[in-house]
């Protein structure tokens, strides 16, 4: 007989026990627990036994529910969701420009023997983008590299002092201080245009034309305007064309410290010490030192005894001997500025800053204006060269300066030549000469010295923001043909000329430039933000270059762009020109910034 059996005489008491069982549901949960504990503990067959299996049956059911429930509340507690969190906040500060630090230049030590090395080359109204990511860290061979591979690296250079507002950290809070508004979009877009109009070479123009119309000239006023943006070798959008332009000029330069390219009156090796000045203070590479320092004693051994230049740097050849001219005058000290500025102490340098205040005082006139060549020869939109020059001269509060200021006081930006302007005394002051862009580069800097708050810079920043927007002539990414350093398509844009023409993907025809303004979506009855598409033309007899009149608007745009980077420039043509000229430091920089030693301009 199995176990499972009971015999037959015991059903109806095991029946009796189970209804007594469910009788009893009245009972407690505990007390009904400790019955069937108990009756658990008696023999299998017993009827006990078997009414605690059943009241176990009963009682267990909800306990496993409670256990099942929980056991897997467990679980999933233990399991992390995965979420992803969004990124901590960046929070980003503002330094603002350190005042400048003496330098002491050391003696460089003894140069080694390189090895050898392998020299095989290596294989208006738009939504504009125009920020740019910024340059990745590239780790930089001890070795220098062969002189025609264009590695570019990281600056190890940290502009600050006076050209600290150049940095893009710091350019961006300058231009809103200063009431500039959205003037990056245009100024991006014009050096996109100037990037177009860069020869494979690195120079730009046909090396025809006079004054500044050469290849070096040209070639020197867009280098210096890139710079003026804070562009160099290792900015990531314009870096190649920096320095394509900086290789350009040194490789260009004749033993004697001369420049190959120049124009017939060497107005170019001004430009081109100028801006290879401002090239080494910004890069601090031993050849852009050793070029400026080739050709430095040009200028100051070329200095007239009355303390002017003249063409050529003739001193004392016959009757020019003693013969000034304002223009090039103009050139000299903003060339030898810079120099002082980037680092050049040479004592020959201060002297000649000194002596060019005579030269200044020999071409005043007694309205206040300036001689191009003396006080009869009254050129008086070359006053604003001589304003710019004594304010560089720590002479801005003399008595010729504060005449020539109240002559100069009321002109305004124009492309017009030879606009007449009110005075105090409602007696008309004439901008007179045939290059007022030229005129205006000087005077936009002589207003932003004055101040922010000097009512003279906020007519003239209001004008120029009204003016220079309305003439700007805007190819969009479609059409421009111009792709990034990212192989994007970008916009770019520039000022017209009266000779200037063009044509880009999608025109039918070439294109004058008043063509475009006329044609142009912002244009209302011939009439460009209220003012009439014939005054929004360039002019400038400085800036044309009669050999090849359309396509020649780079010394005229770069002319422009530098007054809209007036906001940030800070150079010799800005608050730098402000700085003492006996100063023995007036720019600091930061060589060990990324812990990179600067070997040349291999090393960029």
């Not at 922010?452 to 421009?480: C, D, V």
Request: proline share 7%; glycine share 8%; with cysteine.
């Amino acid at each position: 007989m199995s176990d499972n059996l009971m015999p037959p005489e015991k059903e109806p008491e095991v029946k009796d026990a189970i209804l007594q069982m469910f009788e009893d549901e009245e009972r407690g949960y505990f007390r009904r627990l400790s019955d069937m504990c108990k009756g658990l503990g008696q023999p299998r067959d017993s009827i006990e036994f078997k009414k605690a299996w059943i009241e176990f049956q009963r009682l267990g059911a909800p306990i496993a529910a409670v256990l099942i429930i929980v056991s897997a509340l467990l679980v999933m507690s233990l399991i992390k969701p995965n979420i992803k969190e969004a990124p901590p906040a960046i929070q980003t500060e503002i330094i603002e420009p350190e005042p400048a630090e003496e330098l002491t230049e050391e003696p460089e030590p003894p140069p080694e023997e390189p090895p050898e090395l392998d020299e095989t080359p290596l294989d208006v109204d738009v939504t504009i983008d125009i920020d740019a990511p910024p340059s990745p860290s590239v780790e930089q061979s001890p070795q220098p590299s062969p002189m025609d591979s264009v590695a570019i690296t990281q600056s190890p250079v940290v502009m600050r002092g006076v050209m600290g507002s150049r940095n893009p950290g710091t350019r961006g809070g300058a231009i809103g201080r200063y009431g500039g508004g959205d003037v990056e979009k245009y100024l991006y877009g014009n050096l996109r245009y100037l990037v177009t109009k860069q020869r494979p070479d690195g120079l730009w123009g046909n090396g025809q034309g006079g004054s500044l119309n050469s290849t070096i000239g040209e070639t020197a006023m867009a280098l210096l305007t890139f710079l003026a943006h804070g562009e160099t070798p290792s900015s990531p959008e314009f870096g190649k064309c920096v320095e394509k332009a900086i290789r350009a000029l040194l490789a260009r330069q004749e033993p004697n410290g001369l420049f190959r390219g120049r124009d017939a009156h060497n107005y170019a090796h001004l430009v081109a010490v100028y801006a290879l000045s401002e090239a080494y203070a910004m890069t601090r590479i031993p050849e852009i030192k050793d070029a400026v320092a080739k050709a430095l004693p040009h200028i100051y051994n070329g200095q007239t005894p009355a303390g002017s230049w003249f063409y050529n740097f003739e001193t004392a050849k016959g009757a020019k001997s003693s013969t000034s001219d304002l223009s090039i005058t103009g050139w000299a000290i903003q060339a030898l500025k810079a120099a002082k500025i980037a680092g050049f102490h040479d004592p020959k340098i201060i002297a000649a800053l000194k002596k060019s205040i005579r030269g200044l005082e020999a071409v005043k006139c007694p309205n206040g204006a300036f001689g191009y060549r003396n006080t009869s020869h009254n050129s008086q939109g070359l006053t604003a060269v001589a304003l710019l020059a004594l304010q560089m001269l720590d002479s801005a509060d003399t008595p010729m300066a504060r005449k020539a200021f109240d002559h100069t006081e009321y002109w305004e930006p124009t492309f017009m030549t030879n606009q007449a302007f009110p005075t105090r005394t409602k007696q008309k002051s004439v901008m007179q000469g045939g290059s007022p862009q030229y005129y205006c580069y000087y005077l936009a800097q002589v207003r932003f010295n004055m101040g922010p708050n000097h009512p003279a810079w906020k007519r003239w920043n209001a004008t120029m923001s009204k003016l220079y927007r309305a003439a700007y002539i805007m190819i969009p990414a479609e059409k421009s043909g111009y792709k990034d350093h990212n192989g994007r398509p970008q916009y770019i844009g520039f000022w017209g000329t009266t000779k200037g023409r063009s044509k880009y993907k999608g025109d039918n025809k070439e294109l004058t430039d008043v063509e475009r303004l006329k044609y142009d979506r912002a244009t209302r009855n011939g009439m460009r933000n209220g003012i009439p598409i014939d005054q929004l033309i360039i002019r400038d007899a400085e800036y044309v270059n009669t050999a090849d009149p359309a396509n020649n608007r780079v010394l005229s745009n770069c002319a422009v762009a530098l007054q809209m980077m007036v906001y940030f420039r800070n150079s010799p043509l800005a608050k730098g020109a402000l700085t003492k000229i006996e100063a023995e430091a007036e720019v600091k920089v930061d060589e060990g910034a990324n812990e990179v030693e600067v070997e040349g301009i291999d090393d960029l």
